[in-house]
């Protein structure tokens, strides 16, 4: 059910990992011909939550302009001139005064 709806088995396997461990951690006082229908609830409610971190993470793709691997878009991001001297002078007198 969690490989369907995500379409990778990783994030597949790492959902039904946190359901068995949410099953263990709060259920396992319960009768045994509970935790069937249990288990496939907190799936389905990992499932959502995966659902909304992945609505979460398009936009920041769409922000960033990209549809590739996460790792990507760190790696392409400008730097940002923080080794400009340049800056560096002006982010020195502007801290100068204000120190006054």
Known sequence: MAHIATGNPDEALDIVQDAMLTLVKNYAQRDPEEWGPLFTRIVQNRIRDWYRREKVRSKWRVWFGKDEDDQQYIENLPDGGINDP????????IAAELEQ
């Open 86 to 93: 340049l800056r560096q002078i002006a982010n020195a007198n």
